[in-house]
Each structure stands twice: as structure tokens, then as C-alpha cells.
């Protein structure tokens, strides 16, 4: 046993690249099966990381989640910033600003307005039940806008990991509402057309989330809310730890 650990901490980035494979396979066969495509994979996969990490802390007492039990380490290093910065800066690199400018003056207008709303909503829900420092609030706030946003938000003004886990859990139910509730509303609100579809991906943000409801609403509009939706994870990571952070400050 001690050989097998051992084996697995000098492999450690390797086998966590294994792990979460495998978590993301039983994921989307999860969402597949089990909620027919309504709620993303996505979704799943980062609640289940979130349910593990916060059991292997108890366990371990720990402050890396499962990267402190012996065997799993690598997930300190795939989990670190590097990774996520290079995920983030992965899925803007299909986007063009030459095709959002399409959409003229309204498309580039949902985009602020849908962070600043979000994040609004995030700050007063986090003020409400007792959070009151600026770090704090902004990170939630941040989270609200995506599960992106979020954690970049927080390790840039040095939030607890306890914020950054809420920030991550707002942004995963954000996703979840809006996967299912798009093709609820899309009949009421016009959403048929390429020029609709940016909109609207400006307006909610969350990837993974206007994709999903998008596939479940017109297959065809995915490409164009999705573009929409990346640019705003950009402008949240610019947006939150600077200009909304500092205004959260002025405020409090």
C-alpha cells in the first residue's frame, strides 16, 4: 500500500487528470440519464468536487480538500491558479469581437449589464445573511456572475477558501436555473434568432448554462450565446476584482 501511494504522489498530476475523467464521464451520463440534458454535467461534476473536497477535509482536517489525503495530491497543483487561468483563457480563444460587434450597441450593453445585475443580486443576497466585508461580498458577488468569476475574484483580493467554495456554489446553481428555466422562457422573450441568442448570453453569462438551454431551445443558437457567454467571464474577471471591488469598498 505504501508503494501504491508513493506511486501515485510522484504521478500525482497524472492520476488527477485520471480522477477527474472519470468524475465528468459518470457526470454527463448522469445528466444524460437522469435529468435527460436539463441540468449540465458540468454542474454535477463540480458539485460532486465540492461534496469530496469537503469530506476529505473533515476527514484529513486538512486545508487542500482532497489534496491532503495521501495518493492525491496532484489535485493541489491541477486545482492551483495555472490551471484554472489556462482553462479561463482556453474558452475565449475561438471568440472574435468582430462577430459580437454584430450585434451593435445593445449586445456590448448586456454584457455590463448582466455582470453588474448579477453581481448586485450575489452582494445583496451574501449582505442579507451576515457577510459584510468587502472581499467577501465582491468574491459572492463574483460567484453570481459565474463559477469562473468566482474564485478568480477571490484569489486576487484574498477571500477564505470558505467564501471562494460559496462563490463557486453560487455560480453552479446560477448555471442549474439557468439550463432549465431557458427553454421555459424562450417562447416569451424572443429567443429565435442568432442576434437574441448574444443577447441573452450577454445578459446570463453562465457558459455551460446558456449552451445547455440553448441545445434544449434551438441547437443552432449554442455558437452564438456561448460567444456571448465567454465574453462575459472575461469582463467578470476584469470587471469584479478592480472596479466593482473598489466600489465596494467606497460603499462599505
Known sequence: MEYIITFLDKNGLVFAFLITGLIMYFSER?????????????????FMGLVLAYFAGLETLGKKGIADIPGFSGFEIMGGPMFRDFA??????????????????????????????????????????????AES?????????TFVVGPVTGTALGASSDIIAISIAAGVV???????????????????????????????????????????????????G?????????????MCPSV????????L
Do not use: E, H, N
Open 30 to 46: 448522469i445528466s444524460k440519464t437522469l435529468t435527460r440534458g436539463k441540468i449540465p454535467g458540468s454542474a454535477i461534476s463540480i
Open 88 to 133: 479561463i483563457v482556453s474558452t475565449a480563444m475561438g471568440a472574435s469581437f468582430a462577430i459580437i460587434k454584430k450585434t451593435g450597441p445593445i449586445g456590448v450593453l448586456s454584457l455590463f449589464l448582466g455582470v453588474i445585475i448579477s453581481f448586485a443580486a450575489g452582494v445583496i443576497i451574501a449582505y442579507v445573511m451576515g457577510i459584510t466585508d
Open 137 to 145: 461580498l465582491t468574491t459572492i458577488g463574483a460567484g453570481a456572475c
Open 174 to 224: 446560477k448555471s442549474i436555473l439557468v439550463t432549465i428555466g431557458t427553454p421555459l422562457i424562450a417562447p416569451y422573450i424572443g429567443l429565435k434568432t442568432p442576434q437574441s441568442a448574444m443577447i441573452f448570453g450577454g445578459l446570463m453569462g453562465t457558459t455551460s448554462g446558456v449552451a445547455a438551454g440553448l441545445a434544449a431551445t434551438d441547437p443552432k443558437l449554442v455558437p452564438y
Open 226 to 238: 456561448a460567444m456571448t457567454a465567454t465574453f462575459y467571464t472575461g469582463l467578470g474577471c476584469l
Open 244 to 251: 466593482l471591488y473598489f466600489l465596494m469598498r467606497a460603499i
